[in-house]
């Protein structure tokens, strides 16, 4: 096997770079990621037999986030490093062999793409796809540390109204595990607006086993962190991602003046 060979199994010239970066020099303390940003699918996979109108569907994305982390991130001047392949082909936030890693099966949907898989592929799509990914992030965080720039992580998601035909309540939720700072705040600030149905570490929770972003990037450096999830039908149009990206800037800002206020940034 030549060189090109083994460095270039999965991704080929027709397809994207699977790191996507946007206001890259955004000088806020806060820094974005999106590993549920895409839903794209390696041409040399098809369309891992999967239909189409599922692939549409919040198994091979988080529906609706690109535009508010993009809109999001121009308000607030946020660094935003998002993945652009589907969850389908590797999952972003899984730890790799977990077995929701490349799910053969999700929430009902079968991924026969993605059965029978040897040891060698699924290293192929960890290795061109999740590492470029997570390793970009670390660049990131350790050159603004390097810098000293304040660094809070907040993982952008967004959540299925109904999963397995039980409906969700929650319009927004902060998901979080070890960090004891930002969640508070973050909920004090979600539940103030009035209007909202707030999930505190619901509908899931951030977990080492489940979960690799924010352990793996934020945890481990105790970084101020924590994920949030916008219910999905609130944001499937451009003027839900609008009016999510307008409201949590507002709350986003009122949250940095507040942890500088605490020194803790
Ligand atoms: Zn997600």
Redesign the pocket.
Known sequence: MNDAGATALLLTHGDVPPVHEYNADGDSPFLFT???YGRIIPHALGDLGVPSSELERHIA??IG?AGVAERLSDHLGVHLIAQRYS?LVIDC?RPPGAASSIPVISEATAVPGNEGLSDESKEIRRREIFDPYHRRIDEVIEARLHRGQPTVLLS????TPVYAGVERPWHIAALYQRDRTLPPLLLQQLRAEGDLVVGDNEPYAVDDATDYTIPVHAEMRSLINTGI?IRQDLIDDQSGQQQWADRLARILKQVEETLRMEAVI
């Not at 952008?156 to 959540?159: K, R, Y």
């Open positions: 999106s590993d549920h994305w988080d986030i969850r936030n952008l998601h967004s959540f999830e």
